[in-house]
């Protein structure tokens, strides 16, 4: 069955200290990641996905399928990163299957 | 273009009573998934409809729950006979084989169920 665990509820960091937001996946086959996130009053966007292997807002992830992982990191946090940030699985014509999110604080 | 819409925003009901919540998918979005977000429980799938197939029902918890997607477009979200646990934020989202299967997120429906 299809799994992804992001172990944390809560995250704070300091503004300028670095971001990693972990996701951890099961799934047998040759899954697609996704990260999402959900900013204060609106609604869920797509934040980045494995494939695309880009850079948003500064944030990165790269899939380790060794350690089956997806973690989203910043070298340097911003206050308007605060946010609800949900890691996702998709697999052939699944839906995608979410983490239970991990709430980035950011202090100043 | 004009995103996924979702009313009404916002549902107060009563405990025992029937409530409809409505899905707009993007124009020509084959694909349409609800979900259910709720505190300390991320995002649950509830159901998913692709095109033409029979839909995906394995997330719906129980027979209160139904959905319908009525000539490939709108959606509607059922649930009968509320109950207090039903509180939460649904959520609708649609994708396509040009939006690279993207699922695209509405603003929501809260529910509060009294």
């Known amino acids: 069955a299809q799994r992804v665990t992001q172990p944390e509820k809560l995250l704070s960091v300091f503004k300028g200290a670095p971001v990693e937001l972990k996701c951890n996946y099961s799934y047998s086959g040759s899954p697609e990641l996704f990260w999402y996130v959900q900013y204060s009053r609106q609604r869920l966007q797509l934040l980045l996905r494995?494939?695309s292997r880009e850079s948003i807002k500064g944030f990165t992830a790269d899939l380790n399928k060794g350690e089956t992982s997806f973690h989203l990191k910043k070298p340097f946090a911003q206050e308007e990163d605060s946010a609800m940030y949900y890691c996702?699985?998709?697999?052939?014509?699944?839906?995608?299957?979410f983490g239970k999110g991990t709430r980035l604080s950011v202090i100043a | 273009g004009a995103g996924v819409s979702q009313s009404p925003s916002n549902k107060v009901t009563e405990k025992g009573k029937d409530v409809e919540l409505r899905c707009d998918p993007i124009?020509?979005?084959?694909?349409l998934y609800w979900y259910r977000q709720s505190l300390g429980q991320g995002l649950e799938f509830l159901i998913y409809?692709?095109?033409?197939?029979?839909?995906?029902k394995s997330g719906l918890p129980s027979d209160r729950f139904s959905a319908e997607r009525t000539g490939g477009s709108v959606s509607t979200l059922t649930i009968q006979r509320t109950q207090q646990e039903d509180s939460a934020v649904y959520l609708c989202?649609?994708?396509?084989?040009?939006?690279?299967?993207?699922?695209?997120f509405g603003p929501g429906t809260r529910l509060t169920v009294l």
């Open positions: 494995h494939i």
């Open positions: 124009s020509g979005h084959t694909a």
């Open positions: 989202a649609s994708s396509s084989s040009t939006s690279g299967r993207v699922p695209s």
């Open positions: 409809f692709q095109g033409n197939s029979a839909p995906d």
């Open positions: 996702a699985l998709h697999s052939g014509n699944t839906p995608l299957v």
